[in-house]
């Protein structure tokens, strides 16, 4: 007789097993998601230094083009780029200027590759031998609308909270 009540004992504490798991892994399962998102902004973060070093080696190889002025540009992030990169009038000898364009061209064109959804400002400094590249790309973990402050000095306003920007100070 005492053996009949408690039947059925068991299956409460494998339902209750089964329950503690399945939350377990429901939680596991989040914890990938989240792992996957930080791996895409880390990812981000590196084709932005690496585009930004691109651009001071481009800077360093036309430094004439660089004292002359011819840097000073801004992609914003909703400006198309070009299709085709201009040549030089002359291969043989090209200007600083044709230089300076043709390297902005080809550096936007891979700055939109790897940064799909992203913008560039450039700046030179007022009496210093130095430029200021400002950096603007999508993040999905950005949500606090750029708290570090970086885009809301960025000479194009960047109102959306998803961009992250960062900053370097390049020196030809």
């Known amino acids: ?9 068991s299956m409460i504490e494998v339902l209750v097993t089964l329950t503690i798991v399945a939350f377990g892994l429901l939680g596991l399962a989040g914890l990938q998601a989240r792992s996957l998102s930080f791996q895409k902004d880390s990812f981000d973060r590196k084709a932005a230094t690496e585009v930004a070093v691109q651009l001071a080696e481009l800077l360093i ?7 002359e002025g011819h840097y000073d540009k801004t992609l914003s992030p ?4 070009l299709d085709s990169v201009a040549a030089c009038a002359d291969p043989a000898r090209c200007t600083p200027e044709e230089i300076a364009k043709r390297d902005w061209a080809l550096w936007t064109a891979e700055l939109r590759r790897r940064l799909p959804v992203s913008g560039a400002y450039l700046q030179a400094v007022p009496g210093a031998e130095e430029l200021v590249l400002t950096l603007a790309w999508q993040e999905g973990q950005q949500t ?4 570090d402050g970086i885009c809301d000095d960025a000479p194009v306003n960047i109102n959306d909270p998803s961009f992250r920007c960062a900053r370097w100070v390049l020196h030809p």
């Open 78 to 81: 909703a400006t198309s780029i």
């Open 144 to 147: 606090d609308g750029a708290a």
């Open 1 to 9: 007789m005492r053996l009949r009540r408690q039947f059925g004992l």
């Open 61 to 67: 190889a036309n430094h004439d083009g660089f004292r």
